[in-house]
Every structure is written in structure tokens, then in C-alpha cells.
């Protein structure tokens, strides 16, 4: 092995320790959020069952994406899931990949504001959803929309978050309506589906 074979590996070992690092940093932050929102959740009684509501105002320290992981903890594998976004990190996409890969999310359909297109810090985001929603057969569509909704299916048990939260970590105060019932699922479903055609 070479001088310069050295300095390679040496330096493929530093870019390795500093990404694990960021990946551990990213996801005490994302328990962090989620503990909150849980707490936020717990304080109004739980998820919603069919029929009820929940309506709150977030303190800056949750994002929406929680929910989707808190629903998964809670009451399992998801059968159907439609969601509208105006944005999406990269984290909550990944979060969402993960969930499909395990089988805990198992038909989803997606929405995304078509500014995502034209910003240069998100065509990133766009590409990866392009890449590995078509690589899984997700249907996915990016439509002028400023629409913060997702709807879930499990087994009979039916949930849609809506509000002012993007799927994107925010410091700012957020309100959510948490909404128990198969009717706003429907609803939700029907419209996205016909813009996701």
C-alpha cells in the first residue's frame, strides 16, 4: 500500500465517522420532536378513534412527519395513506422509505406543491422522491397546491392530520386538526386520487 493509498483510506474513514455522526444527531432530533408531539398527543387523550377530534396548537418543537411515525407506534402497519404537502425534507422522505421498506406502510399516494421544482435547496428532495417512489411504484405528482393533509387507513380505524405543519422540521407554532372517521378519509382519498391520475 502506497503513501497516497494511506491518506485515501484515512480520509474515507473521517467522511465515514462524520456522516454516522450527522445519522445520530438526526435521529436523537427526530425522537426529541416525536417525544413531543407524543406528549402534545397524550395531554388530548391519544390518537383520536373514529368519530372524534383533536384539535391543538404545536409550541415550534414537533413537525408532522411525527404523527405519521407516532400513528405507525401506535396502532400499526398502515393500509392506505394520501398525503398533500406544500414541502418535504429529506429526513421525512427517508422516514417514509423506511416505513414502505418494513411493510409499515402499505399503499401510500403523494402531493407536493410544483414550487418544490424551481427552489435549488429543494430539487434535491425532488429528485430523490422521483427516484425512489418510481423505483417502488408509489404514485406521486407535484400540483400547484398549498395543502397540509394526509389521511391513513388501518384495518377500521381511520386518522387525517390537518393544518399549517409541513412534512419539515419548523420552530414555528403550528395548529392541527387530528380527525378520527372514515368520512374525511374518503374525502381526502377522492380528491388526491383524481389530482394524482
Known sequence: MGLF??????????????AEKREIKQSLKFSMRNDNLRNIINACG??????????????????????FSIIIEELGAIDEMYLSTWTISRENVLRILK??????????????????????????IWGLI????????????AVNSHAK????????????VSGSGN???????????IIGGKEAFD???NWM????K
Open 193 to 196: 386520487q383524481e389530482l394524482n
Open 5 to 18: 493509498d494511506e491518506i485515501e483510506e484515512v480520509s474515507n474513514v473521517k467522511i465515514k465517522a462524520r
Open 99 to 124: 416505513e414502505i421498506d418494513k411493510g409499515n406502510l402499505k399503499h401510500f399516494e403523494f402531493l407536493i406543491n410544483s414550487g418544490l421544482l424551481k427552489t435549488n435547496s429543494t430539487k434535491s
Open 46 to 67: 391519544g390518537l383520536p378513534e373514529n368519530n372524534e377530534l383533536i384539535e391543538f396548537v404545536s409550541d415550534g418543537t414537533s413537525d408532522t412527519g411525527g404523527f
Open 130 to 141: 422521483c427516484n425512489e417512489f418510481s423505483k417502488r411504484g408509489i404514485k406521486y405528482k
Open 187 to 189: 374525502f381526502n382519498k
Open 167 to 177: 412534512w419539515s422540521e419548523n420552530p414555528r407554532i403550528e395548529n392541527y386538526f
Open 149 to 160: 393533509i394526509f389521511s391513513v387507513r388501518i384495518k377500521n380505524r381511520y386518522i387525517t
